[in-house]
């Protein structure tokens, strides 16, 4: 057992009749927040969203994949209990006991794992479309699959808690979306107060103990960065909001990384009852798909010989204590029977550099990695 007094607690053990049960539950934290929210459904399966219009007036956790088809769709966990922090009463235990879910049957799914070669074969590929057509950029996601030395996935979310206080972390068990866990930057829609946020997060450096003021930035990541908040303006101004206020570029922190980011915020009574569709008109963003979006999509689509499944898709808790924070699935990684499945991708434009672009992916891989070869070798 992991020393850190945080998974001593009866929150651990509560999640722990959970998975053994598969009873469908998230746990999160949100960013320069301590307190872990947990919602639970035991008394039915989270249910298949549809339209996400459904959304805009039920409370609960959403999460929704890249590709949306019949094996990968959009969830909406709605809790019959919320736990806001480490100490869980008594009677929740005893509510559990009766319950359970159908276990999975082993997964005997093997994903693609590109090797090096591979990767910068097809970033090569991008950028020779990229100069031959009207694509602008395309982001390249890959997976690594890390094998499990019995590590448990909820001391790797209780140290992601502790690591990275800048994100937004989550660990969720969902029958038929699986294990996940991660700690994402990048919000996608955040309604808190009487304001909404969403933000343009793109360009990526290895901070490598730079300070963040003194962190430079290439061309090519100032034009990625502006594919992405251009995107973000036009939408804004297409979902009919014009007086909105935004800040930045800046340099933004996240675990080893540092990005750019620009921040819009308007106030909320414009999405009153249509957060749903907002989010709809947002996703996905060029941080995660490319540009124009619809041939991006379709390009990534043909390119990429894995299913991202839900990364790079979102997830988030709406109408919750009367915010909703809907985050971009970035940083994270699925449980697997023996093994981990990381992933982690770049944005590949006309000034990319395939070497560049694939250390980029491997130092993103690093949050969750820096994590469990960390508890491995506890």
Known sequence: MHSNTLITNTLYNFQKICFSKNIPFVSFCLPHKKVISTLLQYKSKPSKIQSLDEVNHKKGFIVAPFYEDQNFPVYFLQPDIEIHGNQVDDSFFKILEPVSFEKPTPTKKDYYVASKNEYIGQVNAITNTIRDSEIEKVVLSRVQLVDNYDTDALEIFYALCEKYPRAFKYIFNIPGAGCWLGATPEPLVDIHENVVETVSLAGTQNLNGIPVEAIKWQSKELQEQKFVTDFIEDRLIKFGITNYEKLGPISSPAANLVHLKSVFSFDREILKGRIGEFVSVLHPTPS?????????????????????????????????????????????????????????????????DPESEWEETNQKMMTMLNVINSLNNK
């Open 288 to 352: 995660v798909c490319g540009l124009p979006r619809r041939k991006a999509y379709e390009y990534i689509n043909k390119l990429e010989l894995h299913n991202r499944e839900y990364y790079t898709g979102f997830l988030g808790p709406i109408n919750i204590d009367d915010a909703t924070h809907v985050y971009v699935n970035l940083r994270c990684m699925k449980m697997l029977d023996n093994k981990f499945a990381l992933f982690m991708g770049a944005g590949i434009t006309s000034g990319s």
